[in-house]
DNA sequence: CCAACTTCCTTCGATATCGAAGCCAAACAG
DNA sequence: CTGTTTGGCTTCGATATCGAAGGAAGTTGG
């Protein structure tokens, strides 16, 4: 039941951050080590300030705990998701849960210095206005609507995002912040806060994410798929269709072109009905308007088409439909048809389809567990002193 | 450097065993243990009469090594790679290298317990035929032209193995063989063979079969995916053609009903091409005829197709092609062009497609290793005498 | 040929982990 | 209320791993 991310000191903190344990004796269980270590490890943790001690648990039969928790003083992570005009900003614990949120009206097209140092500032704000101020910041995370490469902390290359192409982002705010920084595409941080807040048993995950875009993150064997960091895109492959729309991509009729929220609206806009935000597709929908409907029942039918090729291949676990699009029921209940009807019986026995349970804060979970997955530096650190 | 699959006393054999090691030096910068305690279990493992020492190495610069490898009484595995019509079968080392090969004939419609009894006594007759009946047998494997519960090690139902559904292969073979055995989708082994055997480096790798049927084994980073045991099928995908054809499935065109090398058969047939196993549209292809290259074109062009929404996805460092068909070189062309013109260039820049490099023993191979692999309690039983 | 280095492997004391035994504190049963 | 049971946690000796140091057996360069 030991797995490397679990391995060493850190381990222990990750399991009592994560709420998975809250005694000793639990860590002793979960961590695999033995009783007698596992108590040696947690008096570092106290001694280090990292740990507290407080009160005892309920007991199962015997003996109380005493129950563990996070010190206040353990530290938080800064964390931003940034869209095209807006970013959400959230101060986490360790875990990854927002003790302090905010939203901060920005354009990503302004290019990546200026953005980030107002997000970052922003984020230091937020904490201090939250009485956090005195609490070590342990990393800093970053969401972006866009392909990065998880060796260099980068976007790559055809991101829709002027101004970034090939700019350090992980660098510039390692150093912007002074604490060690994530970078990582949008889809992808939420398809780990979906796996580690509502679905940890779920091994094998697929999370669509259904906004102005159409973005996609995996989870193979309960770790993030990156591939050569382009893993999960799912918007550019094609799709039939009889009118033929070209993709900001040089290739006809992708998916993305048909299906998107940006591309629902445009199809709206040519019917006099105008959209600013994907949300707003969404109380179209819920107002009855037809148009609305019958736009949003479509994109289900041609997006539901290309994820059967993906869940056969893939055959996963749980298939999450997130993002603000994913609040208009048509549209999930085209797609789910689509894939229980013309998957392999084998695909979807045990398959579940459902709408994100973690809501526009997957994102922001879903980077505090990496950066918390990527703590054991600073965590050894603390201990050693 | 040190994952799981390395750790303890059987992590040591598996790196001599596959070649990566062959001194105690390259076994402590591999396996990460310090070097002295490399050498307390290299002693163990001399001891117990698995490892030899043979000779010395080739000199770094300095003391030349002391040569380990496998001893001759370390043991083998039995493994055969079941098709509908034909077996192969192989007496292989602990890493899966054939140290004997046989063909053998047999009609998997006879059903299981007359296919495996069979299959198990020609491959003890195959050890005794080579001099290797005084070693040890370590474990058997199975690989099958169908799904297989990775769990329970049954064949699940919709196969085309007529009598083979949920019948308890594994534990069938365990008990005629008397040792662990392993049971597996062909493609899956193959997909591992490819891997260990010309890939190690790759560790995001799809593998696919094109023989009479089209098969898909998927290594993602490093280990074989089995999703609920079902995935890598691609053959049910629809697919847009001009005439209908209906599956076995029950859904109407899909990749396999058209590109397969059945398919292509059928195809021929209704041409006046009589061919019976998909190696003769090889021939056909190499020797020129005209409707032989055009069929094996559009099958291509249909597989390359499927292949891009996949190769987008999974984003994987190398798709390699195998199969009987994989060598008939314009079906080859024709998928690597699709995939080349209609992926993301991130996708595809680093990607390399290729042809099986270890040709119709992949799958051998492969078995060899996901034995070794489960090969953790023999060794610890071996250890403690 | 010899000295200086490099690499391989082992020896040996320090450290970490383990696991059995026991103590502690609460639930439970009579 | 009192003994028994259960689970939580700690103590302590046994074991395994580590890492520094050193010996063995080579190569390299003068």
Not at 6 to 32: F, I, K, Y
Not at 347 to 367: F, K, M, P, Q, V
């Amino acid at each position: 039941m030991r797995n490397s991310r679990d391995d060493g000191p850190a381990g222990l903190l990750r399991l009592v951050a994560t709420g998975q344990a809250e005694s000793r004796a639990e860590l002793a269980r979960l961590s695999g080590l033995a009783a007698s270590s596992v108590s040696l490890r947690v008096e570092q943790l106290l001694d280090a300030g990292l740990f507290a001690e407080e009160g005892a648990g309920a007991s199962r039969g015997g003996r109380r705990p005493r129950r563990l928790r996070l010190a206040r003083q353990a530290g938080v992570f800064l964390v931003a998701d940034l869209g095209a005009h807006h970013a959400r900003l959230a101060v986490v614990d360790l875990a990854g849960a927002p003790l302090a949120l905010s939203d901060l009206t920005c354009d990503i097209a302004v290019g990546p210095e200026k953005t980030l140092t107002g997000v970052i500032d922003a984020l230091r704000a937020l904490a201090r206005a939250h009485g956090l101020g005195d609490v070590p910041v342990r990393g800093a995370g970053i969401g972006l609507p866009g392909p990065v490469d998880p060796a260099t902390g980068q976007v790559v290359s055809p991101s829709r995002m002027p101004g970034w192409n090939d700019f350090p982002v992980r660098d510039f705010v390692t150093a912007q912040a002074g604490v060690p920084a994530l970078v990582e595409n949008d889809a992808n941080l939420m398809a780990v806060g979906e796996h580690r807040h509502s679905r940890p048993a779920c091994d094998n995950l697929m999370v669509i994410k259904l906004g102005s875009g159409i973005g996609c993150g995996v989870i193979v064997d309960g770790r993030l798929h990156r591939g050569r960091g382009a893993a999960g895109d799912i918007s550019h492959v094609r799709i039939l269709s009889e009118a033929t729309v070209d993709c900001s991509c040089g290739h006809p009729d992708c998916l993305e072109a048909h299906a998107s929220g940006a591309a629902l609206a445009a199809a709206l806009a040519a019917q006099d009905i105008a959209v600013e935000h994907p949300g707003e597709i969404v109380d179209l929908v819920a107002d009855g308007v037809p148009q609305a409907t019958s736009a949003v029942r479509t994109a289900g039918r041609l997006i539901g088409d290309v994820l059967t090729a993906l869940v056969n291949f893939f055959n996963p676990d749980a298939l999450i439909i997130g993002g603000s699009l994913s609040n208009a029921e048509p549209l999930v209940a085209t797609i789910r048809g689509v894939i229980y009807e013309r998957c392999l019986p084998l695909a979807t026995r045990n398959l579940e389809i459902d709408t994100s349970a973690a809501g526009r804060d997957a994102s922001i979970l879903g980077a505090g567990h990496l950066l918390l997955d990527a703590s054991d530096d600073w965590i050894d650190r603390a201990l050693d002193r």
